[in-house]
């Protein structure tokens, strides 16, 4: 049997990744559905005798569609995924109890007090967190066991067989090369102008095209809304603002402000008593008035040495940099001011305010007027904001509320659920537009709170359902597509006739493109498609090209393959492909073992 599986893991559907084909099924509350599906036994499937029931397959289905994976609307062509999976599941098992896997209770206790879903902030196993998620999840402990031991079962499996499988020391160093291997080559982009006239389009294309792309041109389900928005900064914009309020708070800006500052300190102690310290300080406050200057007199009077070269200058401050006498001396001064005789813990001190660090009063005129008026509308805004709740719950419809509140009454073109566009693709106001109040019952939507300073109700005023659009409708669209693909027929039917003349060695007025050593893993500036087409084009024998073509989105490319390099080695790539092949082994033995099931299985649907 092994033999079997290995002959066609190495078939070339068994070399398409299938992905986890034995992941950990997800937590999902399914046993909290049970009540819902009814007890039905009725088989939908019998797996080598072993049946598998409605009521399984409707889990299945449910907790895929809880999850998010899937919309309810595709139920239907779900159903008959879950069931593959679960004839999967149950063949995969079968197999396992026959090969004698086991899973002891004692393995399964010490996965469950590990797992990190079941550990307090200390790292330790939870009894009430255990059992509060598994409930929350739709588990109950036993239930979860059962679970969890299929899930170790498979996982035990898949770690059977892909160490089972191996890569020869030949293969990796062949794989090896082949990978490092670089590639130069020519080639030329095929454009519509190449053609020598344009494809012919008749009806019977388009209807071909429309009937088989019908999807391609349904209309979502769409609706056309009245709103209103209160907005406080459209307020504030109307509120008047006086010149004399905007001078005062520019002034009151001006104690906050950060400011720069001079100092002269004189310290007392064992040298100098606090009287003689202040005596001094007087003198200098005289001196002050008469006129001398305040640095000449900090680079002679100040015991701070380190700012006394300087006029005392301690820069720009901020609050919170000094004490509290400091600060509260400093941040009272204006531009040019001298403090009185301050106490700190340093000394005392004569201070000056050399410098207010803010913008001129032109500059911040727009700033201080929006301030102001936000607060000054402030009251106003929450007033409206109640009486739009209130007009907006009790009214019949959207217009008296506007002209209540003397808002504008807007509408907009129709939108799609996740399509709107400005204020209607803010969060949560097409779930509103959406939701059957408001689009079944036809009420005034609930106020959503857009930010702190805008609030919006909507109604709905039309609503159509979702459509297939009739072809009348959509004819320009599906003409454009049908032109582009028959355009790229005619193109790829071009490039084949070209590459077979260069092949049989004529030669053609070809404005070729030099592409020199590229890699398969790219690193330059052509798409990933030439290069895969042309690293698949067989090595050129002598000085002979060997020519091929790739299909590019709209494009078609013409490739003259030149030369065949060894490239360089790179121990970091080279070890990165060698795992993913072993990977790639064994999810093909996976697929095998599998495919192996499947035919020697007795399985009713």
């Known amino acids: 049997m092994l033999q079997s599986i290995r002959d066609r893991s190495r078939s070339w559907g068994a070399k398409i990744i299938i992905g986890a084909v034995v992941v950990t099924m997800a937590l999902f509350g399914v046993e909290s559905l049970v009540g819902l599906l ?127 499988d191996f890569t020869l020391e030949e293969e990796r160093e062949r794989l090896a090369a082949l990978q490092r ?18 494809p012919e389009i008749d009806e019977q294309a388009l209807e071909d095209y429309y009937a088989a792309h019908e999807a391609d041109y349904r209309r979502p389900e769409q609706v056309r809304l009245n709103y209103v928005v209160l907005d406080r900064q459209q307020m504030a914009e109307e509120a008047e603002v006086s010149e004399e309020a905007l001078r005062e708070a520019w002034e009151e800006g001006a104690a906050e402000a950060d400011r720069r500052v001079s100092h002269i300190m004189v310290t007392f102690g064992e040298a100098r008593g606090r009287e003689e310290a202040a005596a001094i300080l007087e003198e200098a406050q005289r001196r002050l008035a008469e006129g001398e200057p305040f640095d000449e007199l900090a680079a002679e009077v100040s015991d701070d040495t380190s700012t ?30 001298v403090s009185e005789i301050v106490e700190t813990d340093n000394g005392l001190h004569l201070i000056k305010v050399t410098e207010l660090d803010r913008p001129a009063f032109e500059e911040s005129r727009e700033q201080l007027r929006r301030q102001l008026a936000s607060n000054q509308v402030s009251d106003a805004f929450n007033e409206r904001a109640q009486r739009l709740i209130d007009d907006s719950f009790a009214a019949e419809d959207l217009v008296s509320v506007a002209e209540d509140l003397g808002l ?34 036809g009420y005034n939507s609930e106020v959503v709170e857009l930010d702190e300073d805008r609030r919006l109700v909507l109604r709905v005023a039309e609503h159509r359902e979702a459509t297939t659009l009739p072809l009348d409708e959509v004819r320009e669209q599906v003409e454009a597509a049908v032109r582009r ?10 490039a084949a006739e070209r590459v077979e003349r260069l092949r049989e060695g004529e030669s053609l007025d070809i ?16 798409s990933d498609t030439v290069i895969q087409v042309a690293f698949r084009l067989p090595r050129p024998e002598g000085d002979a090209s060997v020519y091929g073509h790739a299909v590019d989105g709209e494009r078609v490319v013409l490739i003259a393959l030149d030369e065949v390099q060894p490239g360089e080695p790179n121990e970091e790539v080279e070890s990165f492909v060698a795992r993913m092949a072993e990977r790639l082994r064994a999810q093909a033995a996976i697929q095998g073992l599998l495919d192996d099931l499947r035919d020697e299985a007795e399985i009713r649907r």
């Open 485 to 494: 693909e028959k355009t790229r027929e005619a193109l790829i039917e071009l």
């Open 408 to 441: 504008e009454l807007q509408q907009s073109d129709w939108v799609a659920r996740g399509e709107a566009e400005g204020v209607l693709s803010e969060p949560g106001v097409m779930e509103q537009a959406f939701s059957d109040d408001v689009l079944e019952e």
């Open 181 to 198: 291997q670089t590639r130069s080559f020519r080639y030329h982009a095929l454009v519509p102008a190449d053609l020598s006239s344009p």
């Open 511 to 526: 404005d070729w493109q030099q592409a020199e050593g590229v890699s398969r893993q790219g690193g330059s500036n052509l």
């Open 308 to 337: 006394s070269d300087a006029g005392g200058d301690l820069g720009v401050i901020s609050r919170g940099f000094f004490g509290e006498e400091f600060e509260s001396a400093a941040f009272s001064l204006d531009e040019g001011e």
């Open 38 to 164: 009814g007890n039905s036994p009725d088989e939908v499937a019998e797996v080598n005798g072993e049946a598998i029931t409605r009521q399984q397959l409707e889990m299945e289905v449910q907790r895929a569609i809880r999850s998010g994976q899937v919309p309810p609307e595709q139920e239907r062509a779900l159903r008959a995924e879950m069931l593959d999976r679960l004839i999967t599941d149950r063949l995969l098992i079968q197999y396992a109890d026959e090969g004698g896997l086991h899973v002891s209770e004692e393995q399964l206790d010490q996965l469950i007090v590990n797992l990190s879903e079941f550990q307090d902030a200390n790292g330790r196993f939870d009894r009430d967190l255990f059992r509060n998620r598994l409930a929350s999840a739709g588990f109950t402990p036993l239930t979860f066991r059962q679970q969890l031991s299929v899930d170790v079962k498979r996982q035990q499996l898949q770690q059977g067989l892909s160490v089972s």
